[in-house]
Antibody, heavy 119, light 107 residues
Framework: QVQLVQSGAEVKKPGASMKVSCKTSGYTFTTYGITWVRQAPGQGLEWMGWISVYNGNTNYAQNFQGRVTMTADTSASTAYMELRSLRSDDTAVYYCARKKYSSGLVDYWGQGTLVTVSS | DIQMTQSPSSLSASVGDRVTITCQAS??????LNWYQQKPGKAPKLLIY???NLETGVPSRFSGSGSGTDFTFTISSLQPEDFATYYCQQYDNLPDTFGQGTRLDIK
């Protein structure tokens, strides 16, 4: 069965960087993209960007341009999302999810990774 | 960016009720719309894709309709496990955008 398993919770200081991993199984990794979404405490869902695993192309939300990098390691079937220059308002649960190339449909999600930014 | 306006933002209902949530896109998205259910501390769960297709394993009391800019999500007879927050999401154009969410709780 399709699974996306994310790395564990992290606590970071303002100005630091974070890197969340998303290990996939149950499907051919290169046949889907990976999208990243975050959810601040008590808030809605915010799209951060996505990576085409097939060719490494990325598209980032304007809010994160210059601070985020999404990568994929096809040998490990794992995607990564790095966010730099962290601020307290980056405290959120970060999700990865699988995205179809053909239609753009997002179907399977990881369990989420809580990142807390605090001094 | 395409804006998704979801309403209502919250809703109180009873077991057995029929409930409807709407989502309006700021421009035509054809049928490229998902509906998700999210429970506290959990990832969103896909219920409806392509506006009206029921994801495998999802009970038939959930349904979706619409195309273009106006969409509707319906639960025909609320069950206790349905109390959660629901989101629409368009995937016609990047960035994928979400509605603000509808919190459904017990009356």
């Amino acid at each position: 069965q399709v699974q996306l398993v994310q790395s564990g919770a992290e606590v970071k200081k303002p100005g630091a960087s974070m890197k969340v991993s998303c290990k996939t199984s149950g499907y051919t990794f290169t046949t889907y993209g990976i999208t990243w979404v975050r959810q601040a405490p008590g808030q809605g869902l915010e799209w951060m960007g996505w990576i085409s695993v097939y060719n490494g192309n990325t598209n980032y939300a304007q809010n994160f341009q210059g601070r985020v990098t999404m990568t994929a390691d096809t040998s490990a079937s794992t995607a990564y999302m790095e966010l730099r220059s962290l601020r307290s308002d980056d405290t959120a649960v970060y999700y990865c999810a699988r995205k179809k190339y053909s239609s753009g449909l997002v179907d399977y999600w990881g369990q989420g990774t809580l990142v807390t930014v605090s001094s | 960016d395409i804006q998704m306006t979801q309403s209502p933002s919250s809703l109180s209902a009873s077991v057995g009720d029929r409930v409807t949530i709407t989502c309006q896109a700021s421009r035509d998205i054809s049928n490229y719309l998902n509906w998700y259910q999210q429970k506290p501390g959990k990832a969103p769960k896909l219920l409806i894709y392509d506006a009206s297709n029921l994801e495998t394993g999802v009970p038939s009391r959930f349904s979706g309709s619409g195309s273009g800019t106006d969409f509707t999500f319906t639960i025909s007879s609320l069950q206790p496990e349905d109390f959660a927050t629901y989101y629409c999401q368009q995937y016609d154009n990047l960035p994928d955008t979400f509605g603000q969410g509808t919190r459904l709780d017990i009356k």
